[in-house]
């Protein structure tokens, strides 16, 4: 029970300082994210705001990813509705301010990506399983056979050229996130010697089989205490 509480506490503080640096990256006005130009465009079309967007673009992803075979964690449903709520408390509320010139702009964009490989560290190290849209891009690359390279840039491009038609924000912000933000994370994985590649991630059918079998087992002794 501790061990669910500390994964818990630590899933949750990860997903706000991810919606944290998400909001700081789109208050720094340079261009976004490439799924955040997606989510901002669409949030236009249905008027709707860029966390609700958040979640809804999520759900679909986790629903396909599990049609295509891709296991859900409890930190996957974590990230697909946290993560929006905490962007719309962040956003609404005006909570960040927004740069009103270039370079304040820049330096905000670095600080937002931090942040974000900061939150990748706390969420991730749960082993409460994957965000929906790395759980696509594995879903693609089991498919196609290409690389994480090949795939990720693919799915962002496609994200980011949607969102730019739907009306979304695209600049020098985008590049830099494009380029740097997996050194973001990589320095923050450094910086707290975490090893991704340890993890060992328990899926929401691993939590059910186990409480089946609790079940099942807590019904045998009590029919055999009533014999």
């Given at each position: 029970?501790?061990?669910?509480?500390?994964?818990?506490?630590?899933l949750?503080?990860?997903?706000f300082?991810?919606?944290?640096?998400?909001?700081?990256?789109?208050?720094?006005?340079?261009?976004?994210?490439?799924?955040?130009?997606?989510?901002?465009?669409?949030?236009?079309?249905?008027?709707?705001?860029?966390?609700q967007?958040?979640?809804?673009?999520?759900?679909?992803?986790?629903?396909?990813?599990?049609?295509?075979?891709?296991?859900?964690?409890?930190?996957?449903?974590?990230?697909?509705?946290l993560?929006g709520?905490?962007?719309?408390?962040?956003?609404?509320?005006?909570?960040?301010?927004?740069?009103?010139h270039?370079?304040?702009?820049?330096?905000?964009?670095?600080?937002?990506?931090?942040?974000?490989?900061?939150?990748?560290?706390?969420?991730?190290?749960?082993?409460?399983?994957?965000?929906?849209?790395?759980?696509?891009?594995?879903v693609?690359?089991?498919?196609?056979?290409?690389?994480?390279?090949?795939?990720?840039?693919?799915?962002?491009i496609?994200?980011?050229?949607?969102?730019?038609?739907?009306?979304?924000?695209i600049?020098?912000?985008?590049?830099?996130?494009?380029?740097?933000?997996?050194?973001?994370?990589?320095?923050?994985?450094?910086?707290?010697?975490?090893?991704?590649?340890?993890?060992?991630?328990?899926?929401?059918?691993?939590?059910?089989?186990?409480?089946?079998?609790?079940?099942?087992?807590?019904?045998?002794?009590?029919?055999?205490?009533?014999?």
């Amino acid at each position: 029970m501790k061990t669910v509480i500390y994964k818990s506490i630590r899933l949750i503080l990860g997903l706000f300082l991810f919606a944290l640096g998400i909001v700081m990256t789109i208050n720094a006005n340079i261009g976004l994210q490439p799924w955040d130009i997606f989510h901002q465009g669409l949030s236009k079309v249905i008027h709707m705001t860029m966390g609700q967007t958040s979640i809804l673009v999520g759900l679909v992803i986790v629903i396909f990813n599990i049609f295509m075979k891709e296991k859900a964690g409890w930190g996957t449903l974590g990230n697909m509705v946290l993560i929006g709520l905490f962007m719309d408390f962040l956003m609404l509320n005006n909570l960040i301010p927004e740069a009103n010139h270039f370079v304040v702009g820049i330096l905000m964009m670095l600080a937002g990506l931090f942040v974000i490989g900061i939150a990748s560290y706390f969420y991730i190290g749960t082993g409460w399983g994957t965000g929906p849209r790395d759980g696509l891009m594995v879903v693609f690359i089991k498919k196609t056979g290409k690389s994480v390279r090949f795939v990720r840039n693919t799915i962002e491009i496609t994200a980011s050229v949607a969102g730019y038609f739907l009306g979304g924000s695209i600049g020098i912000g985008t590049v830099i996130t494009a380029t740097t933000i997996g050194y973001f994370v990589q320095f923050a994985f450094k910086l707290f010697n975490f090893n991704v590649e340890e993890v060992q991630h328990r899926y929401i059918d691993d939590d059910l089989r186990f409480l089946y079998k609790k079940i099942k087992t807590h019904k045998k002794k009590e029919k055999e205490l009533m014999e």
